[in-house]
């Protein structure tokens, strides 16, 4: 029996076993997938008919595969169909578009985290929200039990397209619906313009949750290389004609993860080269409030013809209050808001309303000027420490939180990444951002999230490693 | 051949596929818009039908235009693929699944919504509500700032699984993701289990919005009658063989809309079909504190193995405080996270703090007591004010605010709610809960929306008017 050949059957057995469930996990075997028949799979691993079937059984009884009667077996149905990310620890597990999110959510209290997408606690204001949220538990209306209108709360709306009016976007309160976050409103986006497997167009390098956001919609994501001045044109213009994507999701003024501005002779290119291919862009400009000067934007240009226009405050206010808007032509809205009641019913009224109050009474305002002040600040003091560890930033942005940068040659960011949250620290590595995993040697940086020099001391030890490994 | 006269089929195929572009650039023929008949474009063109059938075909290859079957060609692009609801007025508007919704989020507080899903605003601990929000504002901690963890608020998730337990349903806290609401709680388990074409079991009626939910996901969606003592085991038993369903939802107790609660014995037979035929279950018991006995649940009896529990406290204690949960299998736990990051990144702490605080402090538990007295004295009222108008309850409910009623013979409730809206008042009409379209005359009343005198004048009127033209 060729079994006894290679060292009896119950190694083989197992052999045969984790040779499927790695098919499966790299899904080969997609979930629901029918498997070889036991006398094909037989000949295949040149193993016995038995052995096939006590391998089989084995996975049956694990649940990772299912007997159907009659009918061969399955790939198991359980297995969920869209697995974001890997279950299975892996050594690139560092390059998943989640690795950042769930690392900076799940990091305790003591963990440095340069690498994290928000503003430490102490930087919020704090006093302000109390306030807000003092003056909501007076309110005499029906604020603290209801839901909010589909549209929600109209003041802030109206107040909303006040705002983006200073910045050049024409639009009126009934073009914006509240959403919980930004993401949300990318979210609803996706579901209502694209199909599943149809192309999206993003930035490369990008905000990784785009990527992880598309990946749920089942697109197929297409990145265009990003220069100091916003994203290729040329690359952009072929990408148009040879993907035809649906969808184009940008940030245009201090661009995850690089902070760099799109140019205003970028901005019509893209618009004319949108146009000629009837492209929709999402705008996506949550860190408008953190710009010193107001960089151009693409729903100014356009009028909200093609492009739609993102906000939140969950970076500039408090991610404890969920609220962040759309705005976008007036004959989308009622789809978004079908949508979004189908999807997560009514929207509470607790955030919209913690904000609007915030926007009054000059909070906001004031919070914001001293956090650009304290921002350009931790940038110097961030540029300045990377500076003897070999790090250098690919532009020196002008506002924001975040710093693109090079690391020393042969240094792999992820491998950092990795290192570093071995000792308790949460880097970003650069090919999170990327789609074509062209950013290996590049990690973004949160400035305000730097202030701590164990981060430096830990870094330039990993960095200096690594290049001497790699030189050696 | 008439093509022949003009110059070659080839070139007459170009030549219509040029005007073809042409008047979608000019938006003759707009984005969504709908393609002139084979046979009417190619009179129009003078042209063989053959002919059209190739132009077409090229611009389809093109993206400029799409195939739908059985329903004609479209012009491809800005068109929002997926509306769930038809954007011009009909004439059966009322049957849309989102109609009541839309309806009662958008009434203005003078309207009556006898038709609405939740309780009105006088109902709900407003002074508890306000007691939580200033112990929120007075917390030294981050829970004003910063985003939640991935699982959500820890003491929580502790509480809701003792709260579990009690209804006989084992679950560690880990087992748990708090989520926005019940609605976000399903949509992230569709997003996890089920692709577009899969077949999905709901109850034939079932909440509305599940019809819509899950029109948002592509699934196929196939209703089993549902009886007084839950879904009919020989129908749902003959669905799974037939269909194949990757997933059943339903309420085990309190039923919307019907009020009708599961009993042990169809619960067993459901949960052997479940297993025979690997059907997961999303049991969304979210009126589970509105029971004055518990029934049986399915998650009490499956032990979470195929049986994911949801619950929320949108209907109980605020709509405006957003806090609903999941309770599965802990290894879906991490997909769900990832899925819910990537879709609408963290979540906000104040929702939580909020329910926390009044689960603990013994608010949640006077006011559900005092809710479920109210409620059971409004259900005899409304009873009472029904029964002259020839308005029959289908069963008498144990408990919450649902009464699922026949109206007399020949009278559409879909009319009646659309005449009903020209009045003022919100009612919901059986066929919005009904996948088959077979509850043209049932109605569900919620009974604490039905303190208003007038929804009865009102209703007795329409009532007699159509059950005369109906007879005459």
Sequence with gaps: MDDGLIGGSGTLVSRVANDIRQRIAARTLAPGARLPSIRSFAKTMAASKSTIVEAYDRLVAEGVIQSRRGSGFYVAGRMPPLALAEIEPRPDRAIDPLWVSRSSLDASDGMAKPGCGWLPSSWMPEAGIRRALRALARRQDNSLTDYASPLGLKPLRQLLARRMAEHGVEVMPDQIMLTESGTQAVDLLCRFLIEPGDAVMVDDPCYFNFHALLKAHRAKIIGVPYTR???????????????????YITNSALHNPTGAVLSSVVAHRLLKLAEQHDLTIIEDDIFADFEHQPAPRLAAFDGLDRVIHIGSFSKSLSASI?????????????????????????????????????????????????????????????????????IVPWIQPRGGMFLWCKLPDGVDAARIAQLGLEEGIVFAPGNVFSQAQAAHSYMRFNVAQCNNPHIFEVLGRLVADQAASASS
Tied chains: 1, 2.
């Design 229 to 247: 001045n916003g994203p290729d044109p040329e690359l952009f213009g072929k990408i148009l004609s040879q993907h035809r994507p649906r969808l």
């Design 322 to 390: 969920r609220c962040g808007f759309v705005a976008t032509r007036r004959e989308w809205i009622d789809g978004l808001v079908d949508l979004r009641i189908a999807t997560s019913f009514g929207s509470g009224r607790i955030g919209s309303e913690v904000v609007l109050s915030m926007l009054k009474d000059g909070t906001y305002r004031k919070h914001m000027d001293s956090l650009r002040t304290r921002l350009a600040r931790s940038m110097g003091d961030t540029i300045a420490r990377l500076k003897p560890l070999g």
